[in-house]
Nanobody, 127 residues
Framework: QVRLEESGGGPVQAGGSLKLSCTAS????????MAWWRQSPGKERRFVTA?????????YADSVEGRFTISRDSNTRNTVFLQMNSLKPEDTAVYYC???????????????????WGQGTQVTVSS
């Protein structure tokens, strides 16, 4: 079982930045895509961004394109980061890290393709 642990969430003012981290431990495996999803109160969990195993492919939701950047530790490949800039109040959500074996721009946006999920970290953006 892969265990994912997120960190780095917290309160921030609109226009500010935060950097989230997610580290995988336990029964890790090669080839897994890692991603960030988020969920606001009363809404379904939504795709934010994903990165391929080698880090050569990244995918973003339209709502965060150009503001958020996903990256991956090039040595262990078991840690993924989410740099969030120009934050808006609508970015407020619980952010979840996920790991799976999906590849391609369609599959990475399907929550069913992810086999491991973190507990989430709260990001609150105030106006």
């Amino acid at each position: 079982q892969v265990r994912l642990e997120e960190s780095g969430g917290g309160p921030v003012q609109a226009g500010g930045s935060l950097k989230l981290s997610c580290t995988a431990s336990g029964r890790t495996f090669n080839g897994n895509t890692m991603a960030w999803w988020r969920q606001s109160p009363g809404k379904e969990r939504r795709f934010v961004t994903a990165i391929s195993w080698r880090g050569d492919n990244t995918y973003y939701a339209d709502s965060v394109e150009g503001r958020f950047t996903i990256s991956r530790d090039s040595n262990t490949r078991n840690t993924v980061f989410l740099q969030m800039n120009s934050l808006k109040p609508e970015d407020t959500a619980v952010y979840y890290c996920a790991a799976g074996i999906s590849t391609g721009r369609i599959a990475v946006k399907d929550a069913r393709t992810y086999t491991s999920w973190g507990q989430g970290t709260q990001v609150t953006v105030s106006s």
